[in-house]
């Protein structure tokens, strides 16, 4: 029979690399509570309708993307495809309209899309998700980006290049997308058949259309941000000055529309320089419309999502400091069978002093047993055998240095801890 493997477009995280997962995750989870959001766990899936009204009956994510199926009730369920709708949901759910606002909240976990697998492009992805719902302030616009700016600074990022755009809202954006349509109907013919089926449903997604041709038409085309009614217009003026005021560097994309339709006013991306086509490592925008499309009263909101794949292969491509492999200070070796009883009794001990601390459970002899120490990273072996049974002692190794010396049994633990400590290795929750 043939081995089951993964399917297509899901990764292991494998010990080889997910220290450095935990690291950025570390990195996100300071970087958010300094900015007073608060972590939520969220379900990783949700009624369809969420996610179909939420982002957008017309939107490939929905239309395509969505891992939708019915559970044994018969109730339409869909793995979410992000966190944003989720946020929101949550935050109608629980009232939390009702206290101070904005409420600030962030999470982290998977995502399931349905895309075509490539670098950086994944079927099941982590996103950190970052939210403040219930504020229209434009400095809260300022603050998301800022935040996500703060995580690429914290982490080490470099060549990041920040799009900001405004899409407008349900009260100027009518206007613009005749004035888009008039630009481009007498150029339909040249456009691909995506963006031609767009016309009619979507035609603002044309402006981020990848295929060269679509892309130098919607070069040409009039910007948004002309079409802005004074209320968006004016949002969008605060949040460039507050962007300028803490400055950070970025540019106007009139073509950067985002592929979700809950979007109004401010919309963002931060594209990373070493990544290639999926080169996105966040975005992010407002979306006042989107608590009352899932049935909830007008709720303005804004944040942002954040690719942990793309971040953790950006930071490896830039040589970025990601913390170190775990590995056990000591490594306990045993060569004889009569003393595996005290050999594990202490390891345990080390163990609840707060030593990380591990031994061989496969029978080796006492050279490979060291091998094994030295192959795992440990800086000391520390070898309880029959013979040191009998004379009630602990042999001590160096495995840096290569010395070794022999302690009284009951020291042990102090001992080691006392070697460890001179080599700058502290009990962690000391
Ligand atoms: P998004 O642009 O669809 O926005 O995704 C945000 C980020 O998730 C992307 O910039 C990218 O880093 C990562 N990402 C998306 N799809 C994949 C994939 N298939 N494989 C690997 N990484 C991926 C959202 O999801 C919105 N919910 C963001 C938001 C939050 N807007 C307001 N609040």
Redesign the pocket.
């Known amino acids: 029979m043939e081995s089951i493997k993964a399917p297509r477009g899901v990764r292991d995280i494998l010990p080889e690399e997910s220290w450095k997962w935990a690291f950025v995750l570390d990195v996100a989870r300071r970087t958010a509570e300094d900015f007073g959001y608060a972590e939520v766990h969220l379900p990783v899936f949700e009624h369809t309708e969420l996610f179909s009204r939420g982002i957008g009956e017309t939107t490939d994510?929905v239309e395509k993307e969505m891992y939708t199926f019915q559970d044994r009730a018969e109730r339409s369920l869909t793995l979410r495809?992000?966190?944003?709708a989720s946020m929101v949901r949550s935050y109608l759910e629980h009232g939390m309209h009702r206290g101070v606002q904005p409420v600030k909240l962030w999470c982290a976990g998977p995502?399931f899309?349905y895309?075509r697998p490539q670098k950086?492009?994944?079927?099941q992805?982590w996103?950190l998700?970052?939210?403040a719902i219930g504020a229209a302030d434009p400095f809260v616009d300022v603050e998301i980006i800022a935040l996500s700016l703060e995580l690429y600074r914290r982490l080490g990022l470099s060549n990041l290049e920040v799009k900001v755009n405004s899409v407008g809202c349900p009260e100027c954006r009518p206007t613009y997308r005749k004035t888009l349509r008039s630009f481009l109907e007498p150029r339909l013919d040249e456009l691909c058949d995506t963006c031609r089926s767009r016309f009619d449903r979507n035609p603002l997604r044309i402006l981020d259309c990848k295929n060269p041709q679509c892309a130098a038409i919607a070069d040409q085309a009039p910007s948004v941000v002309e079409s802005l009614c004074g209320e968006c217009g004016t949002h969008f003026g605060l949040l460039q000055r507050g962007l300028e005021g803490i400055g950070a560097s970025f540019s106007l994309d009139k073509r950067l529309v985002?592929?979700?339709d809950y979007?109004t006013k401010t919309a963002y991306?931060v594209l990373s320089g070493d990544l290639g086509a999926?080169n996105?490592?966040?975005?992010?925008?407002r979306?006042d419309n989107l608590a009352e499309v899932i049935g909830g009263p007008h709720v303005p909101g804004?944040?942002?999502?954040?690719?942990i794949?793309?971040i953790v292969l950006t930071m490896e491509q830039q040589g970025c400091f990601m913390g170190s492999a775990p590995r056990p200070a000591v490594f306990v070796v045993c060569p004889d069978e009569e003393a595996r009883p005290e050999a594990f009794a202490l390891l345990h001990l080390l163990r609840q002093s707060g030593v990380a601390a591990d031994m061989d459970f496969t029978g080796k002899g006492m050279k490979a047993q060291l091998k094994v120490a030295a192959g795992k990273g440990a800086l000391l072996a520390c070898i309880l055998g029959s013979e040191e049974l009998r004379a009630s002692r602990l042999a001590v190794k160096d495995l840096e240095s290569g010395e070794q010396h022999l302690y009284a049994r009951e020291e042990g633990v102090a001992s080691i801890r006392s070697l460890l400590s001179n080599k700058g290795i502290s009990r962690k929750d000391d």
């Open positions: 994510v495809p992000e966190a944003t995502m899309r895309e950086g492009r994944y079927r992805f996103q998700d970052v939210e985002r592929g979700l979007y991306e999926q996105a490592v966040c975005g992010g925008g979306y804004v944040g942002f999502a954040a690719g794949e793309r």
